[in-house]
């Protein structure tokens, strides 16, 4: 069943239609996944193949269109009515002669007649011989760049998406000590993270997780520096430490942590790269409240961390919403995106360099106030002994 009221999903494609309105569009085609779930719900993991949510400027609510076996998947989790869920025949699927563009155009043209159409040019599914058959069905040499429309819209979120986060926030905290908890000598990096993987799943006794796009990371090392890593079934030994980021999920709402967690003591150099981490996450985070602009918390960032000599080039934060990173501003250098009640951000303080690895984040909640915490770790920096 959807995860939102119908009121709610309706209220998103009112606003949607009034962007697409002020860029010259009649109709949409939104075909990233965590777009169309934003706006019907649906929850199916299928983008591999052609589909999308149809959003015209005349009708309430969308169209979505699906290869016909992921119709069911629609039907347990959309709010539409079945006449608006449509579909294209198997045949259409993994076939060297047919491509699902020319039914989806079809499906597109019967309900559409301006050529005043917007596509979401950077979609997963849209590689350049896709992009070719999409042009050919709808006989045309353009399309109306889309790209954006859907990510403004979610990064200031209601009441009920926060609620998801909020329950992600404390599956997420779970998860990242019961992978502290399994770090000993002699242990196997894959037994770590099947305890934090289980965590994910489980939930809480009053919720229980759900499903991602995106492994949880604990790259193992000494330092440990490599950003995106998985597990491998090494075997943990003293000296070395374990950057845990680890995001959970409530129907597809994500809450990110992460902490850094040393076997044995550590030196005083990952000593002193925590120190300016926390520092500068510290400043960060005072600095986040409704009014402020990313760049504002850039600043602040850096005002305190770079006293202490740590190369850092990355950015320190994105928004973070559906499917984990959603598409909206970024606390780094030249981002003047004002900041607004309700966004949520993941502040991340990584250092990914050749001679130091180290990572804190917690994600937060904008107020007018300040930032809240998503998160109820202790900061402290993690020792196993």
Known sequence: ???????????????????????????????????????????????YVPQLALVTLEDEDPCVIFRELDTHCAAASCYLPESRVLSYP????????????????????????????????SAKSLHMKSYKALLEGFGVTSFIDGDGLVNKLKAVKSPAELAYIEQAGKIADGALLAGRLAITEGVRGCDVAAAVSHALCAGTPEFGGGASRVPSSMPVGSPSNAPHIKWTDERYKTGCQTNFEVGAFRHRYACAVSRTVFLGDPSERSLHVHRACLDG??????????????????????????PYGVRKESRIGYSIGIDWVDGGPSFQAGDDTTLEENMTFHLLIGIFEKTDGYIFSESVRVTNQGAISLSSLPRDIMVNH
């Open 1 to 47: 069943m959807p995860a939102f009221e119908k009121s709610e999903y309706r209220g998103r494609t009112a606003k949607l239609r009034e962007e697409m309105s002020k860029r010259g569009m009649d109709a949409l085609l939104v075909l990233n996944e965590s777009n169309m779930n934003y706006l019907t719900g649906y929850e199916g993991f299928s983008d």
């Open 90 to 121: 198997e045949k259409f699927v993994g076939s060297k002669d047919l491509s699902p563009w020319q039914p989806i155009a079809d499906h597109v043209h019967s309900r559409v007649k301006s050529n005043r159409i917007g596509v979401e040019l």
């Open 281 to 306: 996450f510290a400043a960060a985070f005072e600095a986040i409240r409704a009014g402020t602009t990313s760049n504002d918390v850039e600043r602040a960032f850096r005002r305190a961390f770079e």
